[in-house]
Protein backbone atom coordinates (compact mmCIF):
# COMPACT_ATOMS: atom_id res chain seq x y z
CA UNK A 1 0.00 0.00 0.00
CA UNK A 2 2.82 2.52 0.60
CA UNK A 3 4.08 2.10 -3.03
CA UNK A 4 0.58 2.83 -4.16
CA UNK A 5 0.76 5.93 -2.00
CA UNK A 6 4.46 6.98 -3.00
CA UNK A 7 3.67 6.75 -6.25
CA UNK A 8 0.43 9.29 -6.31
CA UNK A 9 1.98 11.83 -4.32
CA UNK A 10 5.27 11.79 -6.07
CA UNK A 11 6.38 16.08 -5.16
CA UNK A 12 7.18 16.64 -8.71
CA UNK A 13 3.90 15.27 -9.83
CA UNK A 14 1.53 17.48 -11.52
CA UNK A 15 -2.13 16.00 -11.01
CA UNK A 16 -4.74 17.34 -10.04
CA UNK A 17 -5.24 16.93 -6.50
CA UNK A 18 -8.92 15.96 -6.69
CA UNK A 19 -8.58 13.19 -8.37
CA UNK A 20 -5.59 12.25 -6.14
CA UNK A 21 -7.54 12.30 -3.22
CA UNK A 22 -10.08 10.33 -4.96
CA UNK A 23 -7.84 7.62 -5.49
CA UNK A 24 -6.25 7.57 -2.15
CA UNK A 25 -9.14 7.11 -0.91
CA UNK A 26 -9.79 3.98 -3.00
CA UNK A 27 -6.87 2.43 -2.38
CA UNK A 28 -7.32 3.05 1.38
CA UNK A 29 -10.85 2.41 1.58
CA UNK A 30 -10.45 -0.99 0.19
CA UNK A 31 -7.30 -1.72 2.16
CA UNK A 32 -8.84 -1.04 5.34
CA UNK A 33 -12.12 -2.89 4.51
CA UNK A 34 -9.63 -6.13 3.95
CA UNK A 35 -8.04 -5.66 7.20
CA UNK A 36 -10.32 -4.51 9.68
CA UNK A 37 -10.71 -8.04 11.07
CA UNK A 38 -7.24 -8.61 11.10
CA UNK A 39 -5.42 -6.81 14.67
CA UNK A 40 -4.57 -3.60 12.88
CA UNK A 41 -5.67 -0.79 14.80
CA UNK A 42 -1.46 0.19 15.64
CA UNK A 43 -0.77 -0.48 11.44
CA UNK A 44 -4.42 1.99 10.68
CA UNK A 45 -2.72 4.53 12.76
CA UNK A 46 0.87 4.20 11.13
CA UNK A 47 -0.60 4.06 7.92
CA UNK A 48 -2.89 7.29 8.24
CA UNK A 49 0.13 9.35 9.69
CA UNK A 50 2.28 7.80 6.43
CA UNK A 51 -0.70 9.03 4.11
CA UNK A 52 -0.87 12.34 5.79
CA UNK A 53 2.38 13.30 5.73
CA UNK A 54 3.13 12.25 2.32
CA UNK A 55 -0.22 14.30 1.30
CA UNK A 56 0.69 17.76 2.88
CA UNK A 57 4.69 17.69 1.87
CA UNK A 58 3.28 17.36 -1.76
CA UNK A 59 0.71 19.48 -1.73
CA UNK A 60 3.58 22.23 -0.34
CA UNK A 61 5.92 21.15 -3.49
CA UNK A 62 2.38 21.51 -5.61
CA UNK A 63 1.41 25.01 -4.34
CA UNK A 64 4.89 26.58 -3.05
CA UNK A 65 3.32 26.67 0.76
CA UNK A 66 5.75 27.08 3.48
CA UNK A 67 4.61 25.57 6.86
CA UNK A 68 2.76 28.36 7.96
CA UNK A 69 0.45 28.17 4.93
CA UNK A 70 -0.32 24.52 5.14
CA UNK A 71 -1.19 25.30 9.01
CA UNK A 72 -3.44 28.39 8.01
CA UNK A 73 -5.28 26.08 5.31
CA UNK A 74 -5.90 23.27 7.70
CA UNK A 75 -6.08 23.78 11.42
CA UNK A 76 -9.14 25.81 13.11
CA UNK A 77 -8.78 28.98 14.78
CA UNK A 78 -8.59 27.33 17.95
CA UNK A 79 -5.49 25.32 16.99
CA UNK A 80 -7.18 22.11 16.14
CA UNK A 81 -6.04 20.52 12.75
CA UNK A 82 -8.95 19.43 10.32
CA UNK A 83 -9.04 16.87 8.05
CA UNK A 84 -7.24 17.64 4.32
CA UNK A 85 -9.93 18.04 1.98
CA UNK A 86 -9.46 19.46 -1.94
CA UNK A 87 -12.41 20.56 -3.94
CA UNK A 88 -14.93 18.78 -1.88
CA UNK A 89 -12.93 15.96 -1.69
CA UNK A 90 -11.56 14.96 2.17
CA UNK A 91 -8.60 12.38 3.03
CA UNK A 92 -10.41 8.89 4.21
CA UNK A 93 -9.11 8.65 7.85
CA UNK A 94 -7.93 4.95 8.58
CA UNK A 95 -7.82 5.25 12.11
CA UNK A 96 -11.80 5.74 12.04
CA UNK A 97 -12.13 2.32 10.69
CA UNK A 98 -13.47 0.09 13.83
CA UNK A 99 -11.75 -2.98 13.69
CA UNK A 100 -13.99 -6.14 15.11
CA UNK A 101 -12.22 -9.27 15.45
CA UNK A 102 -13.57 -12.58 14.73
CA UNK A 103 -15.78 -14.16 17.05
CA UNK A 104 -14.53 -17.06 18.67
CA UNK A 105 -16.96 -20.52 18.21
CA UNK A 106 -14.61 -22.89 19.53
CA UNK A 107 -16.29 -26.08 19.00
CA UNK A 108 -19.42 -25.30 17.13
CA UNK A 109 -16.87 -24.59 14.16
CA UNK A 110 -18.58 -26.92 11.45
CA UNK A 111 -15.87 -29.90 10.23
CA UNK A 112 -16.19 -33.39 8.79
CA UNK A 113 -15.79 -35.35 11.63
CA UNK A 114 -18.45 -33.20 14.22
CA UNK A 115 -20.57 -33.79 11.44
CA UNK A 116 -20.31 -37.33 11.13
CA UNK A 117 -20.90 -37.42 14.57
CA UNK A 118 -24.39 -35.53 14.70
CA UNK A 119 -25.56 -37.75 11.58
CA UNK A 120 -25.06 -41.21 13.75
CA UNK A 121 -26.61 -40.07 16.89
CA UNK A 122 -29.66 -37.85 15.24
Given at each position: ????????????S??????????L??????????????????????????????????????????????????????G????????????????????T???Y??????????????????
Amino acid sequence: MKAKIRALTNRTSQQNPRSVLIRLNQIMRGWSNYFKHAVAKHTFHALSHFVWWRVVRWLRTLHRWKWKDVRRRFTTPDGRWKPITVDGIELFNLESVPVTRYRYRGNTIPNPWTLHDHAITA
